[in-house]
């Protein structure tokens, strides 16, 4: 079992940066896959990025390649999601989730992407015009 707790959410203007931060606790973390995602109101739930908690690789969507930024704090045990020249669209609900990760064993984000097992509950990030 694994609890996920998001933190750092907000109101920010566009242009601007905000850190969320994901603190994990159970078992075995390490071997888990950890990934953000958001929910805009009225849309589907959106992968953001993902990042193997024992290679340290990582993997963005497109949407939010070289603006968005993951990374892992081992000594913290949390994921963290870097978040640069906000805009508008921005505004979600944005959640942390993890799942047993199967880059290790040699296979596809897509697995990540598409079957996380466990979720936080979320937090808010509004951007402001």
């Known amino acids: 079992q694994v609890l996920l707790v998001e933190s750092g959410g907000g109101l920010v203007q566009t242009g601007d940066s905000l850190r969320l931060s994901c603190k994990i606790s159970?078992?075995?973390?390490?071997?888990?896959?950890m990934g953000w995602f958001r929910q805009a109101p009225g849309k589907e739930r959106e992968f953001l990025a993902a990042?193997?908690?024992?290679?340290?690789?990582?993997y963005y969507a497109d949407s939010v390649k070289g603006r968005f930024f993951i990374s892992k704090d081992s000594a913290e045990n949390t994921v963290n999601l870097e978040m640069n020249i906000l805009k508008s669209e921005d505004t979600a609900a944005y959640y942390c989730?993890?799942?047993?990760?199967?880059?290790?064993?040699?296979?596809?984000?897509?697995?990540?992407?598409?079957?996380?097992?466990?979720w936080g509950k979320g937090t808010l990030v509004t951007v402001s015009s």
């Open positions: 989730a993890a799942k047993l990760d199967p880059i290790l064993y040699g296979g596809r984000w897509s697995e990540v992407v598409d079957g996380m097992d466990y």
């Open positions: 990042i193997s908690w024992t290679l340290d690789s990582k």
């Open positions: 159970g078992r075995a973390v390490s071997s888990y896959a």
